[in-house]
């Protein structure tokens, strides 16, 4: 019986082990979820993260981008398009977000679906004074079916981990308290 215990023992520390590693990203989620109030009352954070897209997108020389390349960051993922006027009055929120977020373990990103691509793009972003967030573009426009976009914008949070944690359909304002607090809690996880 004696052989048997360091077994029943070892067995008992590795079930304790994958318990632990099912639910601590439910424990993280949950404490975001606590955070979907006032300007953040419309963000949904899932009950378990969902799988990203691997479809390709690109930045301004024309690289190959994908969702997976932003590890160790959480990172905001704002869907536009120049033509949204929800996400014109937006952008301008996101942009200061980025600034205030800052030197913490947390990223804005942008990702245009404008057919035309950055002729359009980055006219808009000079225009609207947008220097603080790095702007991408959906060139295949094959992500809205894939991130289940109903409309423009969408935000969506990937975690550090490069899990996809949760999403806001519409507009909101990013810079205020409420998504500040919220967006610092997904840097800290």
């Known amino acids: 019986m004696k052989k048997f215990t360091p077994l029943i023992l070892l067995g008992v520390l590795v079930a304790a082990w994958f318990g632990y ?3 601590k990203d ?3 989620l949950a404490e975001l979820r606590l955070l979907t109030t006032g300007e953040m009352s419309n963000f949904v954070i899932f009950e378990k993260p969902k799988p990203l897209p691997e479809t390709p997108f690109f930045n301004r020389k024309g690289e190959t981008i994908r969702f997976a390349d932003f590890k160790g960051k959480a990172t905001l993922v704002n869907i536009w398009a120049t033509w949204c006027e929800p996400c014109r009055e937006e ?3 996101l942009n200061t977000l980025q600034i ?3 030197g913490q373990n947390f990223q804005v990103i942008t990702l245009s679906i404008d057919w035309q691509g950055y002729k359009v793009i980055d006219p808009f972003l000079e225009e609207y004074k947008i220097t603080d967030l790095d702007a991408y573009w959906d060139k295949s426009n094959r992500l809205p079916n894939q991130l289940e976009v109903v ?3 969408l935000t969506i949070l990937i975690s550090s981990d490069r899990e996809w944690i949760g999403r806001m359909d519409g507009p909101a304002v990013w810079n205020s308290n ?3 607090t919220m967006m610092q809690k997904a840097a800290e996880q």
Do not use: E, H, S
Request: proline share 11%.
């Open 91 to 93: 952008m301008p929120t």
């Open 178 to 180: 409420d998504a500040i």
């Open 100 to 102: 205030v977020m800052a």
């Open 26 to 28: 439910r424990g993280k």
């Open 21 to 23: 590693l099912a639910f």
């Open 151 to 153: 409309g423009l914008p």
